[in-house]
């Protein structure tokens, strides 16, 4: 384009106080950035949502799962003329340090195995008579049953017909924070993909912001970078920080490389903010994005085994499961961090990831409205 | 010269089938300031954005400094500095960083500080965007537009919300920006604004550009350079016939009980209105005369005021 002025009217004028900028190809870019991480760092919710409670939750259900041991059960010892026999029974048992006995009368005990405060009613009905109340649907319930019993059998003289012998583990790499921290990692980088991209993205569309920027001569695909840039280094922030708790205050074994723990961040990262760019891609309102972004979560916070293994589904699902990319991230995760499996034997998983965020980003595109 | 600012038969119509902008054509030359006046809903937004090639238009031609949208997008972006009605920054930003930010976008731009002190916003340059006042924000995003360092500057009702001594302030920016070579097209629903600042201005509605010209050419064009107003104490005796037959009167406009007459000669024409109105003993309520102003033109044009306020 030919100009035939030779320089703009509002230089012109004043007498230049401060030498003329000019910008090179990255300029833009580089403040986009900056903008971004400023912003992030002054939004002190965004800071404690992000950051803080992450770690807060996996101290809170680590210790949750960590100071119950697994093997206690609580029974209500109903009380009825042949209740000391029992109880002398038990006291005699090997097992008796993983029994909490309450005497209470019928009434509390059914109430307190109604509530959850009992996993087993026992009522002494003679000398050599008891009756077990339990619901069989509960798990707990259902192991200490077996172990009440075997423990009154062996008491009252049964004499084991198998030798056996145990060997009890509580290595770190084993334990349910073990599990935890990774899926933790994993649900982080879902929230903050999707919130941190599609939420931030509607609001600047609604506050006209976005216009605003493509008003401009700023480029669209920089934008995008800015954002996509911001997000990676955050990812490096909320993997490292949840991976150092575990790491210091649980005693965790990382066993992956952290390069390669990195690497399924921010695939994982780049998954996600696909689909937070793709949720975002429309909604002219905060409300409308928000119900879409949990709708695309929802599945996957019940599904991908983030508190729980997912292998707990019936097999028939399973397969879909493994589709979604919290799982793939989460289990990407798990088998680097608690087994050191080597970054190959996850591309499968990485794939995964790589498929949704690229279609999620490229349908994006075509749907994005700047305005 | 070839104008800076052109558009042919321009149409936007939404989808819900509302006629935003139908048939407007303007064209508007380097160094000018040109206003465009009109209600709410007039589609003064509308045009704008399409100008500012924001806005895809249903059918028209645009060529700003020559150029059209769709061909040298970039290059026209570097250019123009834009100031939508509605935009709300970053409130986690300061001031200078939103600015900066701005800057940033452009090759040449000016410098962030420079713009801060022509608007006035040094004192607040470290303050964080949220804790502005209104009228802050306002001036703030007239400098985002102004630290493009642009040749044409394209403002929607930039002094909306502004005070008095702010609104001054602003048309000062305007005024020495525009002295220095530059074109602007604004927006306002203020008729003082219109009048003050743009050498030229259309007047639209539903629409359509239903007057054009400069200000004084369309007080003229009103037929008369002041207004006598005035209100009688007994309201049935009002008849515009009548007070059309004074000497000097244009026109007549009756609104709510008061009678606004349109006259080139004031002196001559109060004496025969009192006389009349003696002969009919009838009662003054009200009398005052005042110099026309674009109230007027508008009114007269629509039947409806510019702004209830
Ligand atoms: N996105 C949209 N979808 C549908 N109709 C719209 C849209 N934007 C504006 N309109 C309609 O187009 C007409 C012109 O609107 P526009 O915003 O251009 O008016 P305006 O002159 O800027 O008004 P104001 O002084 O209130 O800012 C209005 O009737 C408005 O309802
Ligand atoms: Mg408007």
């Known amino acids: ?97 993983a029994i909490r006995t309450e005497r209470v009368d019928r009434a509390r005990a059914a109430d307190g195995l109604r509530l959850g405060k009992y996993d087993l009613v026992v009522e002494p009905l003679a000398d050599d008579r008891v009756q077990y109340n339990y619901d069989p649907s509960r798990p707990e319930s259902v192991l200490s049953h077996s172990e009440v019993d075997d423990a009154l059998q062996t008491a009252a003289g049964r004499k084991p017909v198998l030798e056996t012998s145990v060997h009890l583990s509580s290595e770190p790499g084993s334990r349910y924070i073990d599990f935890l921290i990774p899926g933790l990692i994993g649900m982080n980088l879902m929230n903050s993909g999707m919130w941190g991209i599609g939420f931030a993205l509607v609001d600047m569309r609604q506050r006209k912001l976005l216009k605003r920027f493509v008003a401009t001569p700023m480029r669209r695909g920089d934008f995008l970078m800015a954002l996509a840039s911001s997000r990676l ?22 066993l992956g490389s952290f390069a390669s723990i990195l690497l399924i961040g921010a695939v994982g990262a780049v998954a996600f903010g696909g689909l937070g760019l ?36 019936p097999a028939l699902i399973q397969p879909f499961i493994k589709l979604l990319p ?44 700047w305005t | 010269m070839p104008a800076v600012i052109e558009c042919c038969d321009l149409r936007k119509s939404y989808d819900g089938g509302v006629e935003a902008v139908c048939g407007l054509n303007l064209k508007i030359e380097a160094g000018e300031c040109f206003g465009l006046l009109g209600p709410n809903g007039a589609g003064k937004t509308t045009t704008i954005e399409i100008l500012e090639g924001l806005l895809e238009p249903s059918s028209g031609d645009v060529t700003i400094l020559g150029h059209s949208w769709n061909k040298h997008r970039r290059e026209l972006r570097e250019k123009i500095g ?45 303050a964080l965007v949220g804790t ?24 929607d009702e930039p002094t909306t919300g502004l005070d008095p001594q702010s609104r001054r302030q602003l048309w000062e920016t305007i005024r020495e920006f525009q002295r220095a070579g530059g074109t602007v097209l604004l927006t306002t629903h203020y008729m003082d604004e219109a009048e003050r600042l743009c050498h030229r201005l259309a007047i639209i509605d539903h629409g359509q550009v239903i007057a054009q010209g400069t200000p004084g050419a369309l007080i003229a064009d009103l037929g008369g350079h002041h207004v006598v107003e005035f209100a009688l104490a007994d309201r049935s005796g009002n008849e515009p016939a009548l007070w059309r037959a004074l000497p000097g009167v244009d026109s007549v406009r009756s609104d709510d009980g008061k009678t606004s007459l349109a006259v080139r000669e004031p002196h001559k024409t109060i004496p025969a209105l009192l006389d009349v109105v003696e002969k009919r003993s009838a009662q003054l309520e009200h009398l005052t005369t005042r110099q026309a102003s674009l109230e007027d033109v508008f009114v007269r044009l629509t039947g409806r005021h510019l702004r209830e306020d």
Not at chain 2, 143 to 152: C, E, G, K, Q, Y
Request: glycine share 6%; hydrophobic share 50%; aromatic share 10%.
């Open chain 1, 1 to 97: 384009m030919t100009v035939a002025q030779p320089s703009s009217p509002a230089s012109k004028k004043r007498p230049l106080a401060r030498s003329a900028l000019r910008n090179g190809r990255w300029a833009g870019f580089r403040h986009l950035l900056g903008a971004r991480l400023l912003e992030l760092a002054r939004e002190r919710e965004v800071i404690f949502w992000v950051f803080g409670f992450p770690p807060l939750l996996a101290l809170g259900l680590g210790f949750a799962f960590r100071n119950k041991p697994a093997d206690r059960t609580t029974i209500a010892l109903v009380s009825t003329p042949y209740t000391s026999h029992v109880l002398s029974l038990i006291d005699q048992a090997r097992e008796r340090s």
């Open chain 1, 233 to 254: 280094i955050l990812m490096v922030i909320e993997v490292g920080l949840l991976l150092g708790f575990g790491v210091f205050i649980f005693h965790m074994r990382v």
């Open chain 1, 278 to 313: 793709l949720a975002a891609s429309r909604a002219q309102k905060i409300e409308s994005v928000s119900g879409l972004i949990n709708v695309v979560m929802m599945p996957m916070w019940i599904f991908s085994g983030v508190f729980f293994s997912y292998e707990r589904f």
């Open chain 1, 326 to 369: 919290l799982t793939a991230l989460n289990d990407a995760l798990r088998a680097t961090i608690l087994e050191g499996s080597a970054l190959a034997g996850q591309s499968g998983r990485l794939l995964v990831m790589f498929l949704w965020g690229g279609i999620a980003f490229a349908l994006a595109l075509r749907w994005f409205r």
């Open chain 2, 82 to 126: 834009i100031s939508l009605q509605e935009t709300r920054l970053s409130e986690k930003l300061t001031v200078r960083e939103t600015l900066r930010l701005f800057a940033s976008f452009y090759c040449e731009p000016r410098h962030p500080d420079d713009v801060l002190e022509a608007l006035e916003l040094n004192e607040k340059a470290d």
């Open chain 2, 132 to 155: 502005l006042s209104g009228g802050q924000k306002q001036r703030l995003a007239v400098a985002t537009a102004l630290v493009a360092s642009p040749r044409v500057l394209f403002l």
